[in-house]
């Protein structure tokens, strides 16, 4: 995450995967750096419990509204399934 050189004016879609149960969070933010510092310090409360988390996938997009809707897509059982096709060599290891 260090050599992540974020631009201010983009909206960035992230999937972390929990570390301590494997199971991903899909989430939206402005701020990848800051987002996921605040689910490893536990300010997420709907994650706070799964934590450390690490990110493994992300998207940056320039308009907010089409990262918002790839969050939503994301979050169906066709995005999870599209998911798990781009990140297979990931999930296979």
């Known amino acids: 995450m260090s050599g992540l050189r ?9 999937i972390l995967q929990s570390e301590k149960d494997n199971k991903l969070y899909i989430g939206f933010t402005v701020d ?3 987002r996921l510092k605040n689910h490893n310090y536990g300010e997420n409360t709907s994650t706070r419990f799964r934590r450390p988390f690490k990110l493994i996938f992300y998207e940056a997009y320039l308009n907010k509204e089409d990262a918002q ?3 939503r897509y994301f979050k169906t059982n066709k995005g999870k399934i599209t998911l798990k096709q781009m990140l297979e060599s990931y999930f296979s290891n």
Do not use: C, D, I, T
């Open 32 to 34: 990848l750096k800051e």
């Open 6 to 14: 974020q631009n201010k004016n983009m909206f960035y879609v992230y």
């Open 69 to 71: 809707r790839r969050e």
